[in-house]
């Protein structure tokens, strides 16, 4: 199955709270009134919290703020999303929005196979 993951940092300065209502009230209802039709399944996860595999001293927080999951019927929907995106009309839009709450320089989108195995562990 074909999913996009993307990784949001929000704004510097902005609250976490400022964020995520943004993205809920704002982002998020754009998103599905434009494309919403496209996917089977969109979630907007919020870390809670890091847990460093292999914690450095010194590192860097470079943790993102939201984990944005969208699956997509087919390849066909994922072709069709970036055509709406990119109307002009629609892209000024979006643009606009996401300047309101995400360092954009930082977001990352990943296409990604997911594999579900069906197995649930004890």
Do not use: C
């Not at 970036?82 to 709450?101: G, M, Q, S, V, Y």
């Amino acid at each position: 199955m074909l999913k996009m993951v993307i990784l949001i940092k929000k704004k510097p300065g902005m609250s976490r709270e400022a964020f995520i209502h943004h993205y809920e009230t704002s982002h998020a209802v754009i998103g599905k009134r434009l494309l919403g039709h496209l996917w089977t399944k969109y979630v907007r996860n919020y870390p809670l919290s890091l847990m460093e595999y292999q914690p450095e001293e010194n590192s860097v927080d470079d943790t993102y703020d939201a984990v944005t999951e969208i699956w997509f019927k087919d390849q066909a929907a994922v072709e069709e999303m970036a055509r709406i995106i990119n109307l002009p009309e629609n892209n000024r839009l979006i643009l606009e929005d996401e300047e309101k709450f995400q360092d954009r320089l930082k977001t990352r989108l990943l296409m990604v196979e997911e594999v579900d195995n069906g197995t649930t562990l004890p």
